[in-house]
């Protein structure tokens, strides 16, 4: 379908080549300011935004960031670019380069490196390219001719939205259509001393003096990142953890990520919560805990970081004083049956981490907007399929993953209805330097009968990310095992791995690689 096929692909065109629509949009336009008001200048926001105005309409965005607990503020871009998947992935790298210098002198390199990284370089370059992120942001929006206002928004009615600036000053604009693309901030747990002394992922990124020995709460992806580089970084680091680590994964490779980062130097405080945090006089923080069997203990640390789960950021919207019906437990936007983004109000769209149900990736947030746009103001009326995602956690050894858990698949299609093909494998470039290579393992859950539909497919290792893409594509197309076991594989590499699983679990053999 030629429809489906541009739509899915940015235009090459330029707006004067609709003219037609063009016309028609200002008709219909004619009442209000904008044909589209975007609220939240997230990764979401912003690529709805331009898509929109490069198909014709008149468009503005609104963006505003209230400084963390501790003060901590951006520019343009959300959290992905400024407090995000950006400055996260750089002080990944970051840690993986000193563990590479490490790994060098075994290869005859004459490379040295200390045991804790220069953090006033590293803040600052990560910074730096930020910034350069954030004015590119704004530039794009005034070459497409998007007006941009450092505002922050809430709804009055159903098309006007109340701009109120950082000095406090208002005033309304209208809009035929309106998408909240707000994102989230972290939660703080209800104890005391959290929003006194504890940072978030809002702050670690820009910390002015280094972490030093940090205890971070929370089991999630984000808390097990951060840990994870803060350990490779050369920082004393402790994850403390309620209950499962990276709920919502797949358990069995997400307590493979949780023993690799073990064996890497981060210690854990497994069925604890925190209790109080409590600033003593030397400056160090006082963690007051309990653990799983109700006993309590304390812990000193240089910085605690909450990553306990985020919030939506729908609280000063408005949207329940207009009728946007929003789920009671998360506050996230609730979408229509078969469209999605579409609120209970009319002409009212949620897109990203404010949508209820949907996967909390800033490329789903992109691709959600875009689809939006064109089905707003362009010819093609496809949605977005938020089924089979990719994603990858980028700890210190990745875990990439696209469609279903073991667990997921289980409760679908039952134990009798699935195979699981996996294997333990051991990368090339670990051989010399003499790494630990017992948690990188992949596996493939896939219906039983038949060619064998591959259901979900999990990779723990080096570049998971760079791998899953592409496994991702032919996952969404169909892929069955027989067809990924009739792929050659490219040697030697670690996705060729993948290709040659032949083990399954319910054979019970040794899934271990042997030879090359």
């Known amino acids: 379908c030629l429809h489906l096929r541009w739509c899915t692909n940015r235009p090459t065109l330029n707006t004067a080549s609709f003219p037609r629509f063009s016309r028609s949009l200002s008709a219909a336009g004619a009442h209000h300011d904008y044909d589209l008001v975007v609220v939240g200048g997230g990764s979401g926001g912003l690529a709805c935004s331009k898509e929109a105005a490069q198909l014709g309409a008149k468009v503005m965005v609104l963006d505003y960031v209230d400084p963390s607990p501790q003060g901590s503020r951006w520019g343009l871009g959300g959290c992905c670019v400024n407090v995000g998947c950006i400055p996260k992935k750089l002080m990944h790298h970051a840690a993986l380069l000193g563990h590479a210098v490490q790994d060098a002198r075994k290869y005859g390199w004459d490379a040295h490196v200390g045991t804790t990284i220069d953090w006033t370089t590293l803040t600052t370059v990560v910074q730096q390219h930020v910034k350069s992120l954030n004015w590119g942001h704004r530039v794009q929006l005034k070459d497409k001719n998007v007006d941009y206002q450092n505002a922050k928004g809430s709804l009055v009615d159903a098309h006007t939205v109340r701009m109120t600036s950082a000095n406090g000053k208002e005033r309304t604009v209208t809009a035929s259509n309106i998408v909240l693309a707000v994102g989230g901030r972290p939660k703080y747990p209800d104890i005391p001393g959290a929003l006194e002394h504890a940072v978030t992922s809002d702050d670690i990124f820009m910390l002015k003096n280094p972490p030093g020995k940090t205890l971070v709460i929370g089991a999630s992806y984000v808390s097990l990142e951060c840990a994870g580089f803060l350990t490779g970084l050369g920082f004393d680091t402790t994850v403390m953890m309620r209950s499962i680590p990276l709920r919502g994964f797949d358990q069995q490779m997400a307590n493979l990520v949780t023993d690799h980062m073990e064996g890497s130097g981060t210690r ?19 963690v007051t805990w309990r653990d799983g069997n109700g006993q309590e203990g304390k812990g000193t640390f240089d910085t605690v970081m909450m990553a306990v789960g985020r919030y939506a950021n729908t609280g000063t919207l408005g949207v329940d004083t207009i009728g946007v019906e929003l789920c009671s437990q998360s506050g996230k936007v609730i979408g229509r049956k078969n469209h999605t983004e579409q609120s209970s109000v009319p002409h009212i769209f ?3 981490d404010i949508l209820h149900g949907r996967p909390e990736l800033t490329p789903v947030a992109i691709k959600a907007g875009k689809l939006l746009a064109h089905r707003l103001f362009g010819s093609c009326q496809q949605h977005m399929d938020y089924e089979r995602v990719p994603t990858t956690v980028f700890t210190p050894l990745e875990y990439g993953s696209v ?16 195979e699981v093909y996996h294997a333990f494998y051991k ?8 790494r630990d290579a017992s948690q990188c393992y992949i596996k493939a859950v896939c219906k039983r009968e038949g060619d064998q539909e591959i259901l979900g497919l999990h ?27 009739s792929s050659v594989g490219i040697h030697p590499t670690c996705a060729e791995d993948v290709v040659k699983m032949h083990i399954t679990k319910r054979s019970g053999l040794d899934p271990t690689v042997t030879g090359c």
């Open 459 to 485: 990779f723990l290792g080096p570049n998971a990310g760079e791998v899953t893409q592409g496994f991702a594509v032919a996952l969404r197309s169909g892929l069955t095992y027989e067809q990924l076991a």
């Open 350 to 352: 949620a897109i990203g």
């Open 427 to 434: 990368p090339l470039e670990y051989y010399i330097p003499e």
């Open 403 to 418: 469609g279903l858990s073991e667990e997921t698949a289980l409760e679908r299609f039952g134990e009798d209805n699935l």
């Open 268 to 286: 854990f405080l497994r069925q604890h919560v925190p209790l109080a945090i409590d600033k003593l006089a030397n400056g160090q923080l006082q």
